[in-house]
Every structure is written in structure tokens, then in C-alpha cells.
């Protein structure tokens, strides 16, 4: 008797960007370097040169990496990596002692018994939104779920009800990605202009997620009501779904240490919208601008003789020029002050907050080896990446940022069926693609930093397009916890996640007429 076959596995996103890797190393052997010169502040692609110690030289663009240039580059990778792999670490640190304390469970059971039927929806739709801009909402909606759903079957809804709010308001809150390290922060460290940072951009990213999270509520919210006017109209209806309504699952007390925990996590989002926003660009008639304004309670306490030196307000970052540090500031602060309020013991918190940021070295590392890709290809001035550069920008001479925005986002759409990793796919692919956007667009009226801006909207819309139905762990997990059918779930989704999609291109696509970029 034949023995059955195995199913085939997809490779690990450490192997595929390893085998990137390496790929971009035999390229090397094939595709010259090129050189950007600037002439009178116009700047000008030599093509097949490299620079030695300050000049020119054409017809050498050829250098050919082997085994050393490969196995170093991620070592490199890691120190290009640096500042947002620590600030993936904080984050993650931060939201595994927040789980820790029971706070997230005992928010949201709070927010089950506060609110019922359509206020309930749209406040839960607006959460998950939120925190998949934030921080990249996914993984953890298996979990979540388990206090969610039941309590929507209970309230004359089905299992569909519940978990829509979770993972379509999460799907439009990602798709968005308003200040989230594993996608924003990924791209924009990979592209690795300092002229670009998390808060390029942020009006434009902002739009997209309250368009999308108010198309998705709109959606679950007319297919709840549906539900609970008719069950029969229920796309699980007649399958034997396991609702977990008989489950006796723990639930966490909504103490005041909580209620503290949760309140810090909601300072901590507006503190990262406040410091990405660039409030200089808002002008008063007097010449002045809103980054003095918002600033102005620092700056007074900076000057206040003691306190304004222990609190160290000299050194501080004004709200509107804040990076990747900054973002590892407040949450380094904020698992500090998480293990104040919550009284955890040094050792536990010590234990907790080192297992919080393991959880993320995983992320980390793609990161660093998707960077030593970046090392291979070399800079925006010099390397095979200007190569790439000079034919795609000739191919694409004179496209108008509409088609560059679709094309874009088809792009990685695309991608997304072949690697989930947001970090991993960032690096492969914005050390080029960055790089075209600002060559593309630099006499354009967005400029530059703009075209790069419209690559990343992009790249989170269209990769977060595809993982919104893509059968991942999260996906699958949660399908097989309520044993729903894959195709009709999928049914389901991809209505919805079309119609996110066309928004947010759509949104892109205009975003420079309107005065967005």
C-alpha cells in the first residue's frame, strides 16, 4: 500500500529572505553598479560606475560577491536594523506584561457588559482598528475571540458577528497603519532615507483608517442586523459551528490596576500620534506654528529650576520630529510604569518582560537579514540598487502617481501570496522600491518624500489586503476553534476586504490632488 504524501509546508520567512538573499548576491555577478552624481543641484544616474575615494569610474559597475558578502550582510543588516528592531522589542515587551496583568481581557469584558447591539459593534470595530494601526492587531485575535464571540451568540448574533468585528476592523486598521512598527516602521527603516520617518505621511494614513474602519462597521453592522432579524440568513446557518457559549472561560475583574493599565495604553497611542504628526506644517497668521503650541508644556516645565532637570525636559524630542527611538521610549516607559501600577515583583517583571521581547526576536532577525539585502544592493547613491533605479525609472518615465499607486499596490498583493512577514517583505522590497518612488517623483509636485509616502500606503494596503483571507495560522486557528469552513468564511471576507481594497487605493490615488502628500 502506497504510503499518503506529505503535505508540502511553505518555507519559513527566515529561509525566504535568506534565499533573497543570495539571490541578490548572484545578481551581483550579472548587474552593474551605477552612481548618482549631483550637477548644480540636479542629480544624475552613471550608469555601469562605481566611486573610488571620491571620483567616478565607468565601466567598472561589475563586483561580484561570494560566500564572505553574504554571510556578513546580515551582520551589517542587524546594524542598519538597529533602531526599529529595539523599538519591535519594547513593543513587544510592553504588550506581553499588559496580557500579563489580564488588562486587554478585562477591557474588553468591560466594553461586552457596558455596551450591547450596534454600539457594541461599532465600539469593538473601532478598537481593533485602532490597535491593528498601532501595533499590527493579528496574532492575538484567536484568543480575543474566546471572550468575543460568545457573548455576540448570546446576544441573538452568530459566531460570524464576533469575529468579523475583530478581524475586519483589524484588516482596516492595518491596512492603514498609522504608527505600526512592524509595517510602517519596517518600510520606512528599509528605505533608509533620514529624511523620511514614521510621521511622513501620517495625515494621509490617518484618512485611510477612518474611511475603512467606517466602511467595515458599516458592513458587519448590516450583516448583524440581518442575523438577528432572521438566523436563517446566516452564512453558518444549518453548519455545526462551535459557538463556545458553553465554555467556561475565566473572566478577568476590571480592578482599578486595570482600568490604570489600560488608560496608559490609550496615553501611550496618543503620545505617538502627537509625536509623528508634523505640527509645524499647521501655520498662525502671527508667523507662528502648532509645534510651539503643542510643545509648550515641556518647554515650560524644562524651565522650571530642578524638576525641569530631573525630569530631563531639556533633552526631549518635540512632539512632530520623533523616530524610532522615541517610539522605544514610550514603551520601555510604559512596561516600567505597567509593573508600577500593577505591583509586580522585580523578578517576575524582569522574567515577563525579557519573555515579551523574545516573542518579537523572531521579527527582529527577518529584519536584519532582510537589511543585509539592502547592504548587497547597496545605497541610494551608489550600488546595484541605482542600477534598478536607472531602468525602472526609464520604464516608468512620465506614469502619473495614480497608475504608480495601483501598480504598486497589485504588486503586493501579489507578494502576499507568497510571503506574510510585513518586516520581511519591507526589506526585500523597499531598499528598490523606495528608491524609484523618490527618483520617480522627485520633480513632481508630492516630491520625493511624498512618492515614498505613496509606496508605503500602498505596500500596508495591498500585503495586509491578502492576509486579511490568506490561510495563515491566525486565520485557520480561529476558523478551526468555531469549526467554520474556510470557503465561506472566505466568501465572507473577500467581499468586504475588495471593497477596503478599492477605498484605499482609491485614497492613494488622489491623495496628491487633494493636498494629502
Request: with cysteine.
Amino acid at each position: 500500500m502506497a504510503e499518503p504524501k506529505k503535505a508540502r509546508k511553505m518555507l519559513s520567512s527566515y529561509s525566504i529572505v535568506f534565499i533573497f538573499l543570495i539571490i541578490t548576491a548572484i545578481l551581483t555577478w550579472f548587474v552593474p553598479q551605477s552612481v548618482v552624481v549631483s550637477h548644480d543641484g540636479t542629480k544624475e544616474i552613471i550608469f555601469n560606475a562605481i566611486m573610488v575615494k571620491g571620483k567616478v569610474v565607468t565601466g567598472q559597475g561589475l563586483q561580484p560577491m561570494g560566500l564572505w558578502d553574504v554571510i556578513m550582510a546580515p551582520a551589517r543588516g542587524f546594524v542598519k536594523a538597529a533602531p526599529v528592531g529595539f523599538a519591535i522589542l519594547m513593543a513587544g515587551a510592553f504588550l506581553h506584561i499588559l496580557n500579563y496583568v489580564g488588562a486587554m481581557n478585562a477591557g474588553i469584558g468591560w466594553l461586552l457588559k457596558r455596551f450591547t447591539g450596534k454600539a457594541l459593534i461599532v465600539v469593538l470595530m473601532f478598537v481593533s482598528a485602532l490597535f491593528g494601526a498601532v501595533y499590527g492587531l493579528w496574532e492575538e485575535i484567536p484568543a480575543y475571540s474566546m471572550a468575543v464571540v460568545p457573548l455576540f451568540v448570546l446576544a441573538g448574533y452568530d459566531v460570524i458577528t464576533g469575529i468579523a468585528v475583530l478581524f475586519v476592523g483589524a484588516t482596516a486598521g492595518n491596512m492603514a497603519s498609522v504608527v505600526n512598527p512592524f509595517s510602517l516602521g519596517a518600510a520606512v527603516g528599509a528605505i533608509g532615507n533620514e529624511s523620511l520617518s514614521l510621521g511622513s505621511g501620517i495625515v494621509l494614513r490617518l484618512v485611510i483608517f477612518a474611511v475603512l474602519d467606517i466602511i467595515g462597521t458599516v458592513y458587519v453592522l448590516r450583516y448583524a442586523a440581518r442575523v438577528k432579524a432572521d438566523p436563517t440568513k446566516s452564512i453558518v446557518y444549518g453548519v455545526p459551528v462551535h459557538t463556545l457559549v458553553e465554555e467556561d472561560h475565566k473572566e478577568e475583574e476590571f480592578t482599578s490596576q486595570k482600568a490604570w493599565s489600560i488608560g496608559l495604553l490609550l496615553v501611550i497611542i496618543l503620545a505617538l500620534v502627537c509625536g509623528y504628526i508634523p505640527w509645524d506644517s499647521i501655520k498662525f497668521a502671527d508667523g507662528s506654528n502648532m509645534k510651539t503650541l503643542i510643545n509648550l508644556p515641556f518647554t515650560s516645565l524644562a524651565k522650571v529650576p530642578v524638576l525641569g532637570n530631573l525630569l530631563g525636559l531639556g533633552h526631549y524630542t518635540h512632539f512632530g520630529d520623533w523616530y524610532f527611538e522615541e517610539f522605544s521610549f514610550v514603551f520601555l516607559f510604559g512596561a516600567l510604569l505597567l509593573g508600577f501600577i500593577n505591583k509586580i515583583p522585580e523578578e517576575r517583571f524582569v522574567k515577563e518582560f525579557v519573555a515579551g521581547a523574545s516573542d518579537l526576536l523572531g521579527v527582529v532577525l527577518v529584519l536584519t537579514v532582510a537589511n543585509g539585502i539592502s547592504v548587497i544592493m547597496g545605497t541610494k547613491t551608489a550600488g546595484m540598487s541605482v542600477t534598478f533605479v536607472y531602468w525602472i525609472q526609464n520604464a516608468l518615465a512620465g506614469v502619473p502617481s495614480w497608475a504608480f499607486a495601483i501598480a504598486a499596490t497589485a504588486a503586493y498583493v501579489g507578494i502576499g501570496f507568497f510571503m506574510q512577514s510585513t518586516s520581511g517583505v519591507a526589506g526585500i522590497t523597499m531598499p528598490i522600491l523606495g528608491a524609484v518612488a523618490y527618483a520617480l517623483f522627485q520633480s513632481a509636485p508630492i516630491g520625493s518624500i511624498g512618492g515614498q509616502v505613496l509606496l508605503i500606503a500602498c505596500f500596508t494596503i495591498g500585503l495586509n489586503f491578502t492576509s486579511s483571507f490568506y490561510p495563515s495560522a491566525t486565520n485557520m486557528e480561529t476558523l478551526e476553534l468555531y469549526k467554520i469552513p474556510y470557503n465561506i468564511w472566505l466568501g465572507f471576507i473577500l467581499k468586504i476586504s475588495l471593497v477596503m481594497l478599492v477605498a484605499g487605493v482609491a485614497i492613494v490615488s488622489v491623495a496628491p490632488m487633494i493636498g494629502l502628500l
